[in-house]
């Protein structure tokens, strides 16, 4: 099956700072990622949806500014938490979708903010 | 809002088949039924979707009433490693957004 990878899988970083993770489809071309997050015991939230080689679509309420997303290629899409709080520590998680058929998920990734 | 309903929590005994149940009354024509399951501190992985008819795979059968309001997904020989959060979602494609439910914790007795 398609596999999407994730980068870093945990970061622990100080508040203040920027953090930056990456999602792969290492075995097809996704010409749509999304982001979402979690917090502990609640269900996945989406972020925002991102196109390649155009400007992601946010969510209502989720800060563009504060969650820069990038989608390069065809293969990659990052997501960075600019000037990261404590409030910003939840659970990362991208998808990436090849074809309409399905999407697939990364693994996600733990930002824990100090 | 998610446009679908699924009990929080089920038990199930190892070896038996897991009925999972879901409401998805307003789904739209072209609306796909996709279920998923999430693992503890993992991503949700995929298990099966369909339209109108019923689906099988390796690894679940998804029962689709006639009038589409409704979805059961069926694990058939339930595992302990079956024991997870399973979601039903609605959409128009897999290029399309997904909004998720509160999905139901199965959790597969010994």
């Known amino acids: 099956g398609a596999v999407v990878s994730q980068h870093p899988s945990r970061v622990i970083c100080k508040s203040g700072t920027s953090v930056k993770i990456e999602c792969r489809s290492l075995d097809f071309q996704a010409t749509t990622m999304f982001w979402y997050r979690q917090f502990p015991k609640k269900s996945l939230m989406l972020m925002a949806t991102s196109n390649e080689g155009s400007k992601a679509t946010y969510e209502q309420g989720v800060e563009k500014d504060k969650f820069l997303i990038n989608h390069a290629s065809l293969t990659l899409s990052t997501l960075t938490v600019t000037s990261a709080h404590p409030e910003d520590s939840s659970f990362y998680i991208c998808s990436a979708a090849g074809s309409a058929d399905t999407q697939y998920f990364g693994p996600g990734t733990r930002l824990t903010v100090l | 809002d998610a446009k679908t309903t699924q009990p929080p929590s089920m038990d199930c005994a190892e070896g038996r088949a897991a009925n999972l149940p879901c409401n998805h009354s307003?789904?739209?024509?072209?609306?796909?039924v996709y279920w998923y399951r999430q693992i503890h501190s993992q991503g949700p992985q995929y298990i099966i979707h369909g339209l109108k008819n019923n689906e099988t795979n390796e690894m679940a059968s998804l029962i689709i009433t006639e009038d589409r309001k409704s979805s059961t997904l069926i694990l058939p020989h339930a595992t302990l490693r079956d024991t997870a959060v399973y979601y039903c979602i609605v959409s128009y494609s897999g290029t399309y957004k997904y909004i998720f439910g509160t999905g139901t914790r199965l959790k597969v007795l010994a």
């Open positions: 307003t789904i739209s024509g072209n609306e796909y």
